[in-house]
């Protein structure tokens, strides 16, 4: 066969793989990458013929590749259900790994588009262990590269665990994510919601919840956007945050608007929103470059502070510093103390070597001012609002603890003897300026300067 006879059989062959009318995979292969710059990688790979015969499955049911995004280089792998409902054999997980791989040796990140119903059974053990090999692949290239995942429809079995080690995982809200059966957990378990995106959001497997493709598309290329240094702003750097006062004077305020005021355009990307909601952890960007923040949003537990330990790990890993925003009155008491957990989160700050700089914005007492990045457990630099509260236990009870004595024997009101104390205590003992005086924060700061101070400290730790 002659050189133009082969072109155009190759020419023939690709179409019938990508169909007259294209898949729901390449559709959102083609919402993900900029126009014109995705190249597929390994189209005409097939499985080997079993007993049951060879199957003739396009694209082996997974479009493979790489391409421009926001003119970042990535990676990705997008499962096609129209194709033997996406299911898993043992060459499809060959075209993953290898997709996996070419990502880990260009140092860019991957994107893993879910949407399949399970491992093709004709091909048994060999098709099993493509799902190991995916599994294994996946985790070997954690830490190097950043990768991003998509349930789009069922993602079921050892697939399930491909979302919960990724970076950034989102589910449409319609998408199913489970390790066993949800008809199986509801006989046994009474739980309505297993399997369904939403318990997914709530357990901290995924970061979002989304109504469309093209919104679950949209937010994997904001969160490339903040690991590829592209955030383009024209925010001004020394812009005064005056609003912050306001915002912190409020009873029960909510910490997102104190990292809205500071970040470039009021933008931030949220992880984990509908997991332990009582710490925030979410990615900005300051002077257009891009930074973790680990925000207190109530009191702390242990699933705050696996959740925050985990982001900070993933921060030092891409090399993104973290911003820590403190106020906290400590560990909450749970019904069952999970000490192994809360540790995580110290531990995540004394060995992550990314900058790190820590602003108290009201409490910060006992173990919590230790776990929050205190000078002595990993910040580079610790600022704290006038407001601050800095000591060993909270002023209610540090007051009375010291002092139980002298309000027993105050004359007149016990009650306004307490309260008097306690004021005394927060004007001294908790006091920022206390710990200023011992080095343990490096300066009181104006609240209307915090964007400039973050911006500056920043831009001081760049090479660190």
Same mark, same amino acid.
């Given at each position: 066969?002659?050189?133009?006879?082969?072109?155009?059989?190759?020419?023939?062959?690709?179409?019938?793989?990508?169909?007259?009318?294209?898949?729901?995979?390449?559709?959102?292969?083609?919402?993900?990458?900029?126009?014109?710059?995705?190249?597929?990688?390994?189209?005409?790979?097939?499985?080997?013929?079993?007993?049951?015969?060879?199957?003739?499955a396009a694209a082996e049911s997974v479009v493979t590749g790489y391409g421009a995004v926001n003119g970042v280089l990535v990676f990705a792998f997008s499962q096609d259900v129209s194709v033997m409902k996406g299911a898993i054999s043992e060459m499809n997980a060959e075209k993953i790994c290898n997709i996996a791989e070419m990502a880990r040796k260009a140092h860019a990140p991957l994107v893993s588009m879910l949407d399949s119903c399970g491992v093709r059974l004709h091909?048994?053990?060999?098709?099993?262990?493509?799902?190991?090999?995916?599994?294994?692949?996946?985790?070997?290239?954690? !830490?190097?590269?950043?990768?991003?995942?998509?349930?789009?429809?069922?993602?079921?079995?050892?697939? #399930?665990?491909?979302?919960?080690?990724?970076? +950034?995982?989102?589910?449409?809200?319609?998408?199913?994510?489970?390790?066993?059966?949800?008809?199986?957990?509801?006989?046994?378990?009474?739980?309505?919601?297993?399997?369904?995106?939403?318990?997914?959001?709530?357990?901290?497997?995924? #970061?979002?919840?989304?109504?469309?493709?093209?919104?679950?598309?949209?937010?994997?290329?904001?969160?490339?956007? +903040?690991?590829?240094?592209?955030?383009?702003?024209?925010?001004?750097?020394?812009?005064?945050?005056?609003?912050?006062?306001?915002?912190?004077?409020?009873?029960?305020?909510?910490?997102?608007?104190?990292?809205?005021?500071?970040?470039?355009?009021?933008?931030?990307?949220?992880?984990? @929103?509908?997991?332990?909601?009582?710490?925030?952890?979410?990615?900005?960007?300051?002077?257009?470059?891009?930074?973790?923040?680990? @925000?207190?949003?109530?009191?702390?537990?242990?699933?705050?502070?696996?959740?925050?330990?985990?982001?900070?790990?993933?921060?030092?890993?891409?090399?993104? @510093?973290?911003?820590?925003?403190?106020?906290?009155? !400590?560990?909450?008491?749970?019904?069952?103390?999970?000490?192994?957990?809360?540790?995580?989160?110290?531990?995540?700050?004394?060995?992550?070597?990314?900058?790190?700089?820590?602003?108290?914005?009201?409490?910060?007492?006992g173990s919590g001012y230790i776990s929050m990045c205190s000078k002595q457990t990993g910040a580079d630099i610790v600022y704290a609002y006038p407001c601050a509260e800095i000591a060993a236990l909270p002023a209610e009870t540090g007051a009375v603890f010291m002092c139980a004595q002298q309000i027993a024997q105050t004359e007149g009101d016990p009650i306004e003897g307490r309260d008097a104390i306690i004021a005394k205590y927060r004007e001294t003992i908790a006091s920022?300026?206390? @710990?200023?005086?011992?080095?343990?924060?490096?300066?009181?700061?104006?609240?209307?300067?915090?964007?400039?101070?973050?911006?500056?400290?920043?831009?001081?730790?760049?090479?660190?």
């Open positions: 066969m002659d050189l133009k006879s082969r072109t155009e059989e190759v020419r023939s062959v690709r179409a019938t793989i990508e169909g007259s009318s294209k898949s729901a995979a390449r559709k959102r292969i083609e919402l993900l990458f900029d126009e014109g710059t995705f190249v597929e990688i390994g189209a005409f790979v097939k499985q080997r013929p079993t007993e049951y015969g060879a199957v003739d091909e048994g053990i060999d098709a099993l262990a493509g799902y190991g090999k995916i599994i294994a692949k996946l985790n070997s290239v954690a !830490g190097e590269i950043v990768h991003a995942s998509v349930v789009f429809g069922i993602c079921a079995g050892a697939m #399930s665990f491909v979302p919960a080690i990724a970076d +950034y995982s989102v589910m449409t809200k319609s998408a199913e994510l489970f390790l066993s059966s949800p008809d199986v957990v509801k006989a046994r378990f009474g739980n309505e919601n297993a399997g369904t995106a939403e318990e997914a959001y709530k357990n901290g497997t995924v #970061s979002a919840l989304c109504d469309s493709d093209e919104e679950a598309v949209a937010k994997i290329k904001e969160f490339i956007s +903040y690991t590829g240094d592209v955030y383009v702003t024209e925010d001004d750097i020394n812009r005064l945050t005056p609003e912050i006062e306001n915002i912190i004077s409020q009873p029960n305020y909510d910490v997102r608007d104190v990292i809205r005021s500071v970040a470039d355009d009021g933008r931030v990307l949220e992880l984990s @929103a509908g997991y332990a909601e009582n710490i925030v952890t979410a990615l900005i960007s300051i002077d257009c470059c891009p930074v973790g923040v680990v @925000a207190n949003n109530g009191a702390l537990t242990s699933a705050a502070a696996e959740k925050a330990s985990r982001f900070i790990a993933f921060c030092d890993n891409c090399g993104i @510093a973290v911003l820590t925003l403190v106020n906290t009155d !400590g560990f909450a008491c749970e019904n069952r103390e999970n000490i192994a957990n809360s540790a995580l989160l110290v531990s995540a700050y004394v060995n992550a070597e990314i900058p790190k700089v820590t602003l108290v914005i009201g409490k910060a007492y920022p300026f206390e @710990a200023a005086k011992r080095g343990h924060v490096d300066d009181i700061i104006d609240i209307e300067t915090t964007r400039q101070l973050i911006a500056s400290s920043f831009g001081m730790l760049a090479d660190k």
